[in-house]
């Protein structure tokens, strides 16, 4: 004979003869349940703390109790109800229980919104995202899940963000070397970021700006708000870029004209290889590989060179292509690098990992409105693969760079003076 009800007399079991499932079918409304209770009870500890007991007369009250009202508190990305009791003052003047100012002071529903957009989350499935749709605890009208919702609370957390991170100081950073570079996210708009790497490894994201293209006044703003947050310009650091002119020649009005800057070199044989037949591209690719693997500076100059008159007949524009900035090209084997840094420092790597991390996040974005929504996202994404980072893979040989740096800075203080010496007059 199988049990029910008649057996029990006709009383329906009690929870803890329910089965698991059923127990947990309802353990997210039970959490949400428990939780509230818990708040009711600290917040009419904190009314009764100021109005004296329920019903009581006399004694020091502060104020006095004025009914209750139900008010919003977040709960999983959205919203919920919550009963909470009204005390005023004497004269009138409503009083913010300190429980209830604790519990909705926090943006948990920024929070939320920030962290489920940079997952890729679109906003017209963030209700979706936060609750089950056949769940007990409900995302109605008002609960704060919907689309237009999310989006005012990323936009109002990002700008958030993007403004502390810009106004950060810099000047407590030890920094050895500086990756610059852009990304195109419209035709018309180009964002430039720059990320530095310190003594021990560390990378830090230093800043974004955004214009029309990698003009010297776009590269001009960016150095100029890293110096304004105390980026000191008469440190020696070691400027890699990918190669854009305007880049060279703000970073030499700001820092001295005998900065080291390094050419990208990733950049420098892509660029060669779309100037050469299919055929070529393979063999030349190893012939730049050569190059820049050589110790010795001297030799990687005379190979790029011979290289380049080699091509010359077959690719005149490959050829002028290898010359063009020939000198920035092997800066780290200038600067007697070990092998294992330069191919750390050789390139740009770094801000297209970041730059690959911010196309990932602002893949759901279907249109840009306006610079300032470019900024946002693409700071909020870059602050999230920060999240990240790990040291650079030569971290040991850092102190190479230092020392390097060091006299390249003493080698040229002592060969201006000569220079102005001898110029005529």
């Known amino acids: 004979m199988t049990r029910n009800s008649t057996s029990t007399g006709g009383v329906p079991p009690s929870p803890a003869d329910r089965p698991l499932e059923a127990a947990t079918e309802s353990f997210e409304r039970l959490c949400l349940r428990a939780g509230l209770e818990a708040l ?3 917040l009419e500890a904190d009314a009764a703390a100021l109005c004296g007991p329920r019903h009581g007369r006399g004694g020091e009250r502060q104020a006095q109790r004025w009914g209750r009202t139900a008010g919003p508190i977040g709960f999983h990305g959205g919203k919920v109800s919550v009963a909470r009791p009204r005390v005023r003052e004497r004269g009138g003047r409503e009083v913010v229980l300190p429980s209830w100012e604790r519990a909705v002071g926090e943006d948990w529903l920024g929070r939320w919104a920030m962290n489920l957009m940079l997952l890729g989350v679109a906003t017209r499935r963030f209700g979706r995202a936060v609750r089950l749709p056949e769940g007990d605890v409900p995302a109605g009208p008002g609960t704060g899940v919907s689309k237009s919702a999310a989006s005012r609370r990323f936009v109002a957390l990002s700008a958030e963000r993007m ?48 214009g029309a293209t990698e003009t010297a006044v776009v590269v001009q703003a960016l150095l100029d708000d890293l110096v304004g947050r105390g980026l000191d310009p008469s440190v020696c650091r070691l400027f890699i870029v990918d190669g854009a002119k305007a880049l060279t020649k703000a970073i ?41 693997e050589l110790d ?51 390139c740009t790597n770094i801000v297209e990992n970041v730059m690959g991390s911010v196309r990932r996040v602002c893949r759901n974005v279907k249109r840009w409105r306006d610079a300032d929504m470019a900024l946002r996202w693409t700071a909020a994404a870059m602050l999230e693969a920060a999240r990240g980072f790990r040291r650079l893979k030569a971290k040991q040989h850092l102190p190479a760079l230092r020392a390097a740096l060091t006299a390249h800075r003493a080698k040229a203080a002592t ?8 110029r005529p007059a």
């Open 40 to 42: 009711g009870e600290m």
């Open 415 to 422: 060969i201006t003076p000569i220079a102005q010496q001898t």
């Open 296 to 346: 010795d500076a001297a030799k990687a100059e005379r190979l790029l060179r011979n290289l380049a008159r080699t091509l010359e007949p077959r690719a005149p524009g490959a050829a002028a292509s290898i010359l063009e900035g020939l000198d920035e090209i092997l800066t780290v084997v200038r600067l007697r690098l070990p092998r294992e840094l330069r191919r750390s420092l050789a």
């Open 252 to 292: 030499r009005r700001t820092f001295g004209r005998d900065t080291p800057i390094q050419r990208c070199q990733v950049h420098k044989a892509r660029n060669i290889a779309e100037r050469l037949p299919k055929a070529l591209q393979a063999p030349v690719r190893r012939a730049l590989r050569q190059a820049w």
């Open 163 to 210: 403004a502390a991170w810009m106004a950060q100081d810099l000047s407590g950073l030890d920094l050895l070397a500086v990756q610059i570079d852009g990304i195109h996210v419209t035709e018309d708009l180009v964002l430039l970021a720059a990320i530095g790497i310190d003594g021990e490894g560390a990378k830090h994201p230093l800043g974004l700006v955004e």
